[in-house]
């Protein structure tokens, strides 16, 4: 056999199992993104489980870290996680990381304690279960790099990425089954999946990964986890009102955070140019398609992350009540009602990977981008009564784009990275991305309350009086920031139930009038347009981002010549062999 031949047969003997390897990191990161969202639709189930109002006065913060401190854990940790993986070895931490879960959700499926002290107990949990979470989010991608050829990487990471991605919309199905029959089930689904993969991964998954022995980058761990907490923290209280203002965005404390945060990562950029084995890789930036690829990335979650929100929000605050929908029922229906997303994700994923695999990833990556902005555009045209056909479409649209876009991304810059440093640039890109949900969900939540800001008051006071509140309790109840209306919306809550009820106002009101502010009409009706003003803010933003993340794609490779060190293992050498030749043809 000539020397040609045998760099192909080793690099055939190395991408052995390939398979296998998709398949159990796929049911990884699906786990991992599944628990993400089915805890947003679970969430008044899980306050009534453990009888804690999260509307009431001082616990809005134990609802927004029960959302959202699983995210900002997980955004803080993979970068050191995925640079561990080179140092250490990918598969080992990616199993870890299975056990970590699993662990951590037969805690939170057991929680004992009621009121506050199980919030707390239940937000610690979350974050360790996050921790397990950022193991698995940052080897992932770097072991299905390492297991497949170049020619395949499309296909197999865009299995990888709409499972992640699709993940967080099946999530919210689920947890609208499974939270009305027993809140425990929403974090006990996890366990025997968990348990699964731990011991199917140590028997299955076999590291061809680089190791690069290095000291771990204390300082510049630590800097990065306390900057980057600090602004995700500073965002989370943003969002909360503050004094006499509807938001948070002016509270020393926050402010503090952020900027705080910011001077850390500058910080951090530097001391990462200074020390020996860095956990962040500046130098990586020096390749354009890595650069690119990950603002691309980023600015396409930026779209994205919101998304969800808003749509959550839609639903359950105004389309489904007025379309017969008890607020109580209002989340496992906004869950199915949002399927043609995930559907439209699931279909377009591996094709697109597929195809970027043989065409380049460059036109999948900006086509999708443009159909993306496009999606959003029909979106913010459709009014707020919309025809659910009209709506469903326009949702498989976006979940079409957004699968096009993400597999061809996320190979072209898996691609562009050295073998020894995979980990740790797919925990930049993993970072970069979850970061950007989590600010994604403030400048969301934001732009929404801005625009309900400016005139639900007014209409809420005309409303109230009109249906025999007195003027003055009217008056108070107008005055109060729109936050716990949209969190009511949000969590499924009959919004002016618990706005009126604990006053003792609708004790006072007739029979009629009761039932009528009750219903499934007044509130729908009274949010929508201000509502409206808010949601154009936002599908704006989206629109911008999506055009930005389209050009920045540009950057990735129009078409990719396949070469022979692409199809050795890791390590082996490096001569470039014609492909055709080896085959002898």
Request: with cysteine; charged share 10%.
């Amino acid at each position: 056999m000539s020397p040609r031949a045998s760099v192909l047969v080793e690099g055939q003997d190395h991408y052995r199992g390939k398979w296998s390897t998709l398949s159990n990191t796929t049911l990884g990161v699906l786990m991992v993104t599944i628990d993400s969202s089915i805890v947003l639709i679970s969430l008044p189930d899980i306050f009534r489980g453990i009888r804690l109002n999260p509307l009431a006065p001082g616990n809005t913060s134990y609802f927004l870290w029960m959302l959202m401190g699983y995210m900002v854990v997980t955004a803080v940790l993979v970068v050191s996680f995925g640079r561990l993986g080179d140092i250490y070895g990918r598969v080992r931490m990616y199993n870890l990381g299975f056990a970590v879960f699993s662990f951590f959700s037969i805690l939170l499926s057991i929680t004992w304690m009621h009121g506050a002290a199980a919030a707390i107990f239940m937000i610690v949990m979350r974050i360790f279960q996050g921790v397990g979470g950022a193991l698995l989010f940052a080897n992932s991608s770097a072991i299905i790099t390492d297991a497949f050829p170049p020619n395949q990487r499309g296909l197999a990471l865009g299995v990888n990425q709409i499972a992640a991605i699709g993940g967080s919309f099946i999530g919210l199905v689920l947890g609208g089954l499974l939270g009305p029959v027993d809140w425990r089930l929403v974090f006990l689904i996890s366990v025997p999946v968990g348990i699964a993969g731990t011991v199917w991964g140590y028997i299955n998954l076999k590291d061809h990964g680089v190791r690069t022995p290095a000291k771990i980058d204390w300082l510049g761990n630590v800097t990065f986890a306390v900057g980057l907490v600090a602004v995700l923290v500073g965002i989370v209280y943003g969002i909360e009102p503050y004094g006499g203002s509807t938001m948070g965005w002016t509270s020393p404390r926050v402010l503090v955070a952020l900027c705080g945060g910011v001077a850390l990562l500058v910080a951090f950029v530097i001391i990462e140019t200074k020390v020996d084995a860095p956990m962040f890789k500046i130098s990586l930036f020096r390749n354009r398609t890595f650069a690119l690829g990950n603002v691309a990335s980023l600015l396409a979650a930026l779209g994205r992350g919101g998304l969800m929100f808003i749509l959550v929000v839609w639903l359950q605050g105004i389309w489904l009540p007025q379309h017969g929908y008890s607020f109580a029922r209002t989340p496992l229906w906004a869950g199915i009602y949002m399927l043609p997303l995930t559907g439209g994700f699931l279909l377009a994923g591996p094709i697109s990977g597929y195809l970027s695999d043989h065409f380049g990833p460059r036109p999948f990556a900006t086509g999708g981008m443009a159909l993306a902005a496009a999606s959003f555009v029909g979106l913010e045209v459709l009014p707020i009564n919309f025809h659910y056909g009209d709506f469903a479409l326009l949702l498989f649209v976006n979940g079409l784009a957004m699968g096009i876009f993400a597999s061809p991304n996320r190979a072209g810059v898996m691609n562009s990275l050295p073998a020894a440093q995979r980990g740790q640039g797919a925990g930049m890109t993993t970072t970069a991305q979850n970061a950007a949900m989590v600010l994604s969900m403030g400048i969301f939540f934001t732009l929404i309350i801005t625009g309900l800001a400016s005139s639900l008051p007014h209409s809420l006071y005309s409303g109230l009086v009109a249906q025999g509140v007195p003027a003055k309790a009217a008056r108070t109840f107008a005055a109060l920031p729109p936050t716990a209306s949209v969190f009511g919306a949000f969590l499924g809550y009959n919004p002016i139930q618990s706005l009126l009820g604990p006053s003792g106002v609708l004790g006072h009101l007739s029979p009629a009038h009761v039932a009528y502010l009750t219903g499934r009409s007044f509130f729908p009706r009274l949010i929508a347009g201000p509502f409206r003003n808010g949601l154009h803010e936002a599908f704006d933003f989206a629109i911008a981002a999506m055009v930005v993340a389209g050009m920045a794609s540009v950057a990735l490779p129009r078409m990719r010549r396949t070469r022979a060190r692409d199809l050795e293992p890791a390590g082996e050498s490096q001569a470039v062999v014609d492909p055709q030749a080896a085959l002898g043809s």
